[in-house]
């Protein structure tokens, strides 16, 4: 009692610091941020830092303890691995099957661009592999993760068994064939408070049988359906004698029972009850014999006191520890069964399942040839309408009767350009191309070899040579991409001329042979010259996501219009290609074109790329199909490129346009082609080089090709494309050569070779260099067209003024450009971009032994900065090369940093989406120089310094932000170089510290120095920069620890740590959590932490450790990654809700990788890493308040509904610890400062500066102005008493003030898990007497020197444990996952019976309604419609993870009270940390537990029975008490085996008392059981049906079969006990059927009181039941009343024990009732009473507690007088300090009271009812309703209406509100009758009102 006072006093908010008052109070709610108030001093006291605590010298260290290390047995988990990275070559694999280079390419090259990207496809991959980087990341990266099993284990629980799932009460009818009788009867009213009458008999079905343990039971149901639960039940062991009762009913018998009650039965004839009164007296005369026969027994074997003391005695106790070795045995069957498959509670946690990719790594693949949407083109057939025989004997299929040749090529309307290469295809018959075979040599370019004889890379050149089938790609698909056909025929007229016979249909025939014959002229003479004929197209795709548009089919085929052939208007005509009013105007050829277009799928094996290169899986055969890729123009865009990874060196050539007009060189220049050819020198005996793709049917290569023929064209405009091969070195002699040709169409000229000079004559030259300052000549251009070709003219030069250089030229017209031709390079080895170009020339001159300038060089370096981004991505790998190759050779610092400029640059321009170019090139290609120290340094060095320039340098800030977004290329880039340099120069082998030059880690360090600065100012201007730059600091540091000296890593974690303290806004929180996170998730964690001791000397016992229970100094010096974590945890939880929750998600997602790490599994290595986070128990500690949470929802799926409860109602009250009443008072004043309020209710911050919104008090009901009601949202507060606890001095965690809110579910949930997987690793195995790890030892340790105020803690944590994983029931889960929130409360329509029950409106009678209706709302019964597999998955991993908790914590809890037996033992086993034990093993029983924890903490029950017997049966018997308690509610368990497991327990606990008074009897548990039998109906639970009367049985079978008592009284005295039992049953049996109606159920306790008036125990606990009720209600007057009677109980019994002078009537002032407490006789049940002066004292106190929430202060003083002179007498003044305050205070509120006279303890009505059908005897009675404050009688009236119109219908029922007389008559048809009155005052009623002492 003392110390509670001390508690109570210690908040006075005036007089003590709110630093002290913030401990233990609850938090109203979480500010947000930047919305939290601090006192000044507060503040001031946590913006300090913590204290720097300096890292080990890792490397000594492991040189200083070699010799342990070697010695340790799992010295794995201390030393890194050999080897831990090596560098490695990763073959290059291509697409084709040969290599991707020309053979000869690297030959020829010499230019250093053209070198170095074949260099670059040609090198494999440079690979630095960290062999253990699969451990590196998240524990969802882990490759072995355990996953969770398929098949969790299936746990029963209660809460999920069928709520009205019916039981056969017959099944526990006698084995032994005994008497059975069932039939209705009509039952009685026998309620001492109505008379008897007719009408009050029901129809009831009775059903009679026999009990298991030989008695009988005489159960009534509403109808002949036995299988249910009973309305009610009569114990036939109770009853003395059944007679006949005529009086009130014919055929009526009564049955009188021993507590002179009687129960009224009457049967429909004289034979039934003839019958029913014969069975029962049959019956009740056995009972009567069996029990003589007992007491015979009984009394011949007694045994006296002297011969126990003898060998009988030893005799008994031997049978007795027999009895216990066979319990004992049972318990370690259930211990090692317990033990097997038990899961790690990590792999139960939803956290593990969870899908989270923000920290996991980006995938990295090598470059790789990447395609857009391709699709494939099948060309079939090409017909036209105009078909014949071609063959001479026109034998033959009918065929076109000419040779027509298809282009295909894609055009994008919507960026108006062609997006393809031409495609071309010969569809022509056999018969047809043999018209063609005269002039094959012509269109082979001259070369008349048979190509069957050659072959193209690998490939015969014949199946090469007509194509049908293409693959196009697209990159960027959309609707307005067509394929577009263009057909050609052979040279011969106009365009006109000849569509005109494919125009007509009539007379085909005649038209036909007219055609052929033309055709046939026309190809042995101008075969090789082509004209335009024909154009169709078809749309490709349906949307822009890559949809094949299968459907369309291609256009008519439109006659090709010969003055606008040109491609620019052929996208015009697409334009109107879906305006059908526009495409009809044009002329049409009739024919048809099958085209086929569909996706790739694996089927094309045989394919070639757009080099004639085979792709894999070629296949070479007559009749394989060969599949052309076809190049696709990608356009110039950055998003769009990417980087070159094969060989293409492709240039496509397009004359435009000729204006030859005006020309006077040439007679004839009007059929114009021309030739193009490639040549590579103008000398006399040039040849042109044969590396022009030829067309279909030709040779694969040629030398030259044509373009095709305008007819009568001067001004020609063409649209075909030249595609060639240019040699991999290009120089100034490569050209282009184009002659033009005439050519005759006249076929009047016979087409022989003689006169083959009239067919085509020469009309003039053109050419063009391809090379123009280095680069490639592209885009369109304009040129000259000279009339002779002489030699050397390339070399002709205009020098101006009519001078030239060179040979002498004719010009056509006058030289104008009159020749117009565009190119198109399609290459990765050349660029047109020329400052990329200038760079690479100039490194090619510094290389090539020039003296290089710093400043040209750097001029050069920031030209890139104008580099084309699209050429920045397709040279990417080779310009970084060369970038990085400038760096380490540089000279002086400004090449270097400009170098790192550029890379800047080069990097972001990159980061458009295009990333993972630079991840792959950093993590595949980058290779850092061979070092050299006189020609080159490292890259990692010459990087260090430049990157620590430009972090220096202000002015240019852009590149500094870029370098800090950007920075994880150039850490990653360091850190791939240093481990290349290691290992090439052999410094693997060298110690750490001699790896690097110390001026190297003096730069490293300056660079973490530089950065901070960045990160820790730019995070608000700059948040992507900042965090980008965090998370790649951490990343290098992490990778550090495998190459660098890892002391020096760990200084350079504490340098950054420096730059952040408590205080700091959310984001840095978030950026210094996210660096702790990668830090910790080094692969190598656990070595780097050295979980081993280090105590002084050599250790060989875990005893004999220096084990670091909290972060002391030592311990984070010597672990100093875990516990720099540790104390960045513990300072966070300081911290507000956002930032504890990235704290503990570190810490959560750290231990969760250390259980699936498959290096770990086994469970000595868990246990040692366990060891490591040993001082999370001291931050636990510390926050055990914040954490102390067990009235919430332990599902979290609902959270909104979790914290609107928390804010809903406030309370500054811890545990069971209430304030005082004034203390609450002064809460609600103005008076108090904001600041100090917010500390003491938690809601302030110690940071921050602003103040808290304070929510108003929100009271649960209006009866009391100041109502405050208990709160069970927290365990019992702590002892303050720490003085002898393990030394917290020395901790780490900075910060002095302590927050007092508590923590979220989540965080609590999750800071619980990593709990209690430290405590199940270091006790896995364990098992009770079998097996005791060493690891346990370490915990034992932490127990001895752990004070008992902080094992209070320790066990209320695990308490928490139990309650905040908690198993709800499937129910539950379903209501979550549906987002329902908590179940609602229904309630059954139930009979009732008057005083109504009135439905409250407050928080009160909601608590009330919850308990009322909780096996309805809480259980998963057959009206349960969720069979969603989500919901049952859900159910099954919540069970296992509330069994797993369970067993652990029971664990725990054996492994204590075998260990401390002694302690737990002190003063008799009542001591503060024996009763803490008590409850925690209690609390398993109290909460929902499956059916195999239960038995094993049945077991644990028994254990603590028989190891602590004095605990139960002397001294005080609360424990004793609680323990019936429990057990009886388990004893009305749904599951059979509970229901028996609670039987054998509860008889082991008779059992054990009656051992423990050397067999005279059991009166402790006898009385306990029987109060614990009242308060369980006094609470509802709802005993007394078929389940606990089967329960009831076994403990008497037990008693029976016992064979070493059969000898004693013990087993009749067990079965008096639950005669007594049953007696207690039917007296109360109305309770259950007045459950939900408050009022009725408080005038039967009340009752029940007086009836035990005599016993103060039993009365005590009526009392306090009723007291229960009233506060749950609301009616804190009554409460307080029934506290006042239980301390008059009290005082009365210490009076006549001579303890107290006074008694009873010491409260006569009061109350006039109390002379009720005078009634007390001392029966047998009073030995076992201990009440004290302390008892007593406390239930004063909690009188006035009472009575001040009842705002009843005249009376606190009269309680007071008796308190004060104890006080006094005891010289505890500062209680008498506390006393007198509160006096004050309430004489205060008198004052203010009489003055304003404002004080309403409530609104009456007067209700009165009628309706003789209903309420018979109580037809016409009135009552008065009391009702809260302010109460309205329409809300009274309502209320009721509704009530009794849901029940009877609302035509039967009418209100009255006028107060006047009833005129029944009015009224005849209506059941129920209700007139209401409102009553100003109760003292209308004469009631008799206290009167205070000074009235």
């Known amino acids: 009692m003392q110390g509670r006072v001390n508690r109570l006093f210690k908040k006075e908010p005036v007089s003590v610091d709110p630093v002290q008052k913030c401990k233990g109070a609850l938090c109203e709610s979480e500010p947000d941020v930047g919305e939290v108030p601090h006192t000044e001093g507060a503040g001031r006291n946590l913006d300090a830092k913590p204290k720097d605590i300096e890292p080990i010298d890792y490397e000594n260290v492991l040189l200083q303890k070699k010799a342990q290390i070697i010695s340790d047995p799992i010295r794995d988990m201390l030393l890194f691995p050999n080897e831990d990275f090596q560098i490695g070559m990763l073959k290059r694999h291509g697409r084709t099957l040969l290599p991707i280079v020309p053979e000869n390419a690297r030959k020829e090259a010499h230019s250093l661009l053209v070198t170095e990207c074949i260099k670059t496809y040609n090198t494999d991959w440079h690979l630095v592999h960290f062999k253990y980087e699969d451990y590196s990341g998240d524990f969802r990266q882990l490759a072995n993760k355990a996953p969770r099993p398929e098949k969790l284990p299936v746990h029963v629980f209660e809460v999920d068994e069928d709520v009205d799932k019916d039981e056969d009460t017959a099944s526990l009818g006698s084995q032994k064939g005994g008497i059975t009788k069932q039939g209705w009867l009509h039952k009685g009213n026998m309620n001492s408070a109505i008379s008897v009458t007719m009408r009050s008999f029901k129809r009831r079905f009775f059903h009679l049988t026999q009990l298991g343990d030989g008695s009988y039971i005489l159960n009534f149901y509403k109808d002949e359906k036995i299988s249910k639960e009973p309305k009610g039940s009569i114990f036939l062991d109770s009853c003395m004698g059944v007679v006949q009762n005529n009086r009130i009913r014919r055929f009526a018998f009564e049955l009188k029972m021993q507590d002179k009650s009687s129960y009224l039965l009457a049967a429909d004839s004289d034979q039934e009850m003839d019958e029913w009164i014969g069975s029962l007296n049959k019956i009740l005369q056995s009972t009567f014999e069996a029990a003589m026969q007992e007491k015979r027994n009984g009394e011949s074997l007694e045994i006296s006191d002297d011969e126990l003391s003898g060998q009988g005695r030893s005799e008994h106790v031997t049978s007795w520890e027999s009895l216990h070795c066979e319990f004992t045995k049972s318990a370690r069957e259930i211990e090692t069964k317990k033990n097997e498959g038990r899961l790690k509670l990590f792999v139960l946690d939803a956290d593990t399942q969870k899908l989270d990719f923000s920290n996991i790594e980006p995938d990295v693949k090598p470059f790789e040839e990447k395609f857009g949407k391709r699709f494939v083109v099948k060309c079939n057939d090409l017909s036209f309408n105009l078909q014949s025989c071609v063959a001479e004997n026109e034998e033959g299929p009918t065929t076109n009767v000419e040779p027509f040749f298809v282009t295909l090529a894609l055009f994008d309307i919507k960026n108006n350009r062609k997006i393809s290469a031409d495609f071309h295809v010969d569809l022509n018959h056999p018969t047809v191309r043999h018209m063609l075979s005269n002039s094959t040599s012509i269109m082979n370019g001259g070369d008349g070899l048979a190509t069957s004889q050659k072959s193209i890379n690998g490939i015969p050149e014949s199946m090469l040579q007509h194509p049908k089938q293409g693959i196009f790609s697209v990159t960027c698909p959309h609707q307005d991409i067509f394929l577009v056909a263009r057909v050609e025929k052979v040279l011969q007229g106009g ?672 246990a040692r890493i366990a060891t490591l986070y040993l001082p999370l128990f001291g931050l636990l500690l510390e926050n055990v308040q914040r954490i102390n949470v067990k009235d919430c929802s332990p599902f979290p799926m609902n959270q909104a509904s979790n914290s609107g409860k928390e804010d809903s109602s406030f309370s500054l009250q811890t545990g069971n610890t209430m304030l005082t009443p004034q203390k609450l008072g002064n809460t609600l004043d103005n008076s108090i400062h904001k600041d100090v309020f917010g500390v003491i209710s938690g809601t302030a911050s110690p940071h921050g500066s602003s103040t808290p919104t304070i929510s108003a008090v929100r009271h649960a009901d209006s009866r009391g102005s100041l109502i405050s009601t208990d709160s069970a949202t927290s365990l019992p507060e702590r002892n303050s008493d720490k003085n002898n606890s393990l030394d917290k001095n020395h901790g780490c965690v900075g910060g002095s003030v302590m927050r007092c809110d508590k923590l979220e579910q989540t965080e609590i949930r999750s800071l619980l898990m990593c709990f209690l997987h430290v405590l199940k690793s270091m006790s896995d195995g364990f098992v009770l007497g079998k097996y005791y790890p060493r690891s346990l030892d370490a915990l034992i340790t932490y127990w001895n020197k752990a004070s008992t105020a902080e094992l209070m803690d320790f066990f209320t944590i695990l308490e928490v444990c139990l309650h905040q994983f908690r198993y709800m029931g499937k129910r539950y889960i379903a209501r979550n996952q549906e987002g329902l929130g908590p179940i609602s409360i229904t309630h059954e329509k139930k009979a009732q019976t008057l005083p109504v029950s009135r439905s409250r409106t407050g928080m009160m009678h909601a608590r009330l309604q919850q308990l009322s209706s909780l096996d309805n709302s809480y259980t998963f019964n057959h009206s349960y419609a969720h069979s969603d597999a989500d919901v049952l998955h859900q159910s099954l991993v919540e069970a296992n993870i509330a069994t797993e908790v369970c067993l652990t914590v029971l664990d725990m809890m054996g492994l204590f009270t075998h260990v401390f037996k002694g302690q737990l033992l002190a003063d008799n086993g009542h001591n503060p940390l024996m009763k803490k034990v008590f409850n925690v093993l209690l609390c398993f029983v109290q909460i929902n537990q499956s059916e195999m924890a239960l038995k094993a903490v049945f077991a644990a029950l028994r254990n603590l029975v028989y190891k602590f017997p004095s605990t139960f049966f002397e001294g005080r018997a609360d424990m004793c008490a609680t323990m019936c308690y429990e057990i009886l509610k388990c004893c009305n368990s749904k599951l059979s085996t509970i229901r028996e497991d609670a039987s054998t327990l509860l008889y082991f606990l008779m059992r054990n008392n009656f051992e423990w008074t050397r067999r005279r009897s059991f009166v402790r548990t006898h009385l306990q059981v029987i109060i614990a039998v009242s308060q369980l109906i006094a609470d509802v639970v709802g005993i007394g049906g078929t389940r606990f009367q089967q329960s009831l049985a076994i403990i008497n079978n037990c008693a029976n079969c016992d064979r070493s008592v059969k000898a004693t009284g013990f087993p009749s005295e067990v079965k008096d006990l639950t005669k007594r039992i049953r007696t207690v049953l039917m007296a109360t049996a109305q309770m259950k059927e007045h459950e939900n109606d408050p009022e009725m159920l408080v005038d039967l306790q009340y009752s029940l009181a007086k009836s035990y008036a005599s016993t103060p125990e039993l009365r005590k606990t009526w009392l306090d039941s009723m007291a229960k009720i009233h506060v749950k209600n609301g009616d804190l007057s009554e409460a307080a009343m029934c506290y006042i009677h239980v301390a008059a109980l009290v005082t009365e019994y210490l009076k006549r024990k001579g303890i107290f002078k006074q008694g009873c009537t010491a409260f006569k002032m009061i109350t006039p009732n109390i002379d009720e407490e005078a009634a007390m006789m001392e029966d047998v049940g009073m030995q076992d009473v201990h009440y004290n002066e302390d008892v007593l004292m406390e239930l004063l106190e909690q009188c006035a507690d009472g009575l001040w929430k009842a705002e009843r202060y005249e009376l606190i003083s009269n309680v007071y007088k008796l308190i004060i002179p104890v006080y006094e007498k005891r010289r505890e003044f500062e209680k008498l300090a506390h006393l007198y305050d509160t006096l004050h205070q309430a004489y205060k509120k008198i004052a203010e009271v009489i003055q304003t006279g404002k004080r309403l303890l409530g609104t009456y009505f007067r209700v009165a009812f009628f309706g003789q059908g209903f309420f018979e005897d109580e037809d016409g009675k009135e009552y008065i309703y009391k009702e809260p404050k302010l109460t309205q009688l329409s809300e009274v009236s309502q209320r009721l209406l509704k009530l009794y119109s849901d029940k009877f219908g609302p035509e039967n029922v009418r209100m009255i509100y006028d107060d006047g007389k009833v005129r029944r008559a009015a009224f005849e048809n209506i059941c129920l009758l209700c007139q209401f009155s409102f009553l100003s005052s109760p003292l209308s009623l004469n009631l008799m009102q206290p009167v205070a002492s000074f009235d």
């Open 495 to 1166: 365009i006109t001329q000849c569509a005109e016979p494919y125009m007509k249909s009539s007379d085909s025939a005649k038209v036909a042979q007219k055609v052929l014959k033309n055709a046939k002229q026309a190809c042995s003479r101008l075969g090789q010259y082509r004209m335009p004929f024909a154009w169709a197209a078809r749309p490709v795709f349906k949307d822009s996501q890559g949809n094949l548009d299968k459907s369309a089919r291609f256009s008519a085929l439109y006659r090709q219009d010969s003055n606008k052939p040109s491609d620019e208007n052929l996208l015009k005509l697409l334009l109107d290609f879906r305006k059908p009013d526009k495409m009809i105007k044009l002329p049409v050829i009739l024919g048809n074109l099958d085209i086929n277009i569909d996706n790739v799928s694996s089927e094309f094996l045989t394919c070639v790329n757009s080099s004639y290169i085979p792709v894999k899986r070629f296949e070479n055969g007559p009749k394989v199909t060969v599949t052309h890729e076809v190049e696709e123009f990608v356009p110039c865009l950055a998003k769009l490129s990417q980087p070159f990874t094969t060989y293409n060196n492709h240039f496509y050539i397009y004359p435009k346009h000729l204006k030859y007009d005006s020309q006077k060189s040439f007679a004839k220049a009007r059929n114009i082609a021309v030739r193009i050819e490639f040549r590579d020198s103008d000398e006399e005996d040039s040849q042109p080089l044969k590396c022009i793709y030829g067309r279909p049917g030709g040779s694969v290569f040629t030398k030259y090709a044509f373009t095709m023929v305008l007819h009568h064209h001067q001004n020609p405009e063409f649209y075909d494309e030249i595609k060639m091969e240019l040699p991999t070195q290009l120089h100034e002699r490569h050209h282009l050569l184009f002659t033009f040709y005439h050519v005759s169409c006249d076929n009047s000229s016979k087409g022989t070779t003689k006169k083959r000079e009239a067919i085509e004559s020469q009309v003039g030259y053109a050419w063009l260099p391809l090379l123009k300052d280095g680069r490639v000549v592209t885009s369109e251009n304009q040129i000259p067209v000279s009339a002779n070709l002489p030699l050397g003219y390339l070399s002709y030069q205009e020098l101006g003024m009519g001078k030239h250089s060179g040979p002498e030229v004719k010009w056509v017209d006058g030289a104008k450009h009159i020749f117009k031709v565009a190119t198109h390079l399609v290459s990765t080895v050349y660029t047109q971009d020329q400052h990329l170009n200038n760079f690479f020339q100039y490194c090619q001159k510094c290389d090539s032994g020039a003296q290089a300038s710093g400043t040209e060089l750097v001029k050069f370096l920031k030209s890139l900065h104008a580099m084309e981004s699209h050429v920045m991505i397709n040279f990417l790998p080779t310009i970084l090369n060369q970038l990085f190759r400038v760096l380490a050779r540089a000279t002086q610092e400004d090449v270097a940093v400009n170098v790192t400029r550029v890379l800047v640059h080069i990097v972001s321009q990159c980061h458009e989406g295009l990333e993972h170019y630079l991840r792959s090139y950093i993590k595949f290609v980058f290779k850092t120089e061979p070092y050299n120290s006189s020609k080159c340094k490292t890259v990692h060095e010459e990087l260090t310094k430049s990157m620590t320039v430009l972090l220096r340098t202000t002015a240019d800030f852009l590149t500094c932000n870029k370098l800090l977004k950007y920075s994880w290329f150039f850490l990653e880039a360091l850190i791939k170089s240093m481990a290349q340099h290691l290992i090439e120069t052999g410094k693997l082998k060298l110690f750490r510290n001699q790896r690097f030059p110390a001026s190297y880690q003096h730069t490293v360090e300056t660079l973490v120095n530089l950065l901070m600065p960045h990160i820790t100012q730019k995070y608000k201007d700059k948040p992507e920069e900042a965090r980008n730059a965090n998370h790649s600091l951490a990343v290098f540091i992490k990778r550090c620890f495998s190459l660098m000296d890892r002391g020096f890593v760990f200084k350079q974690i504490n340098n950054y740590m420096k730059w952040f303290s408590p205080g700091n806004p959310k984001t840095l929180f978030e950026l210094k959590f996210e660096f702790l996170r990668v830090i910790c998730n080094h692969e190598h964690y656990i070595p780097l932490n050295l979980p081993m001791p280090f105590g002084k000397g050599r250790v060989q016992r875990y005893q004999d450790l220096q084990l670091d229970f909290t972060l002391t100094d030592d311990f984070c010096k010597n672990h100093f990654l875990v516990g720099l974590l540790l104390r960045e945890v513990g300072s966070a939880l300081q911290e507000y809700r956002d930032v504890r929750q990235i704290a503990i998600g570190v810490l959560k997602s750290l231990m969760i990788k250390h259980t699936f790490d498959d290096r770990y599994t086994a469970k000595s290595q868990q």
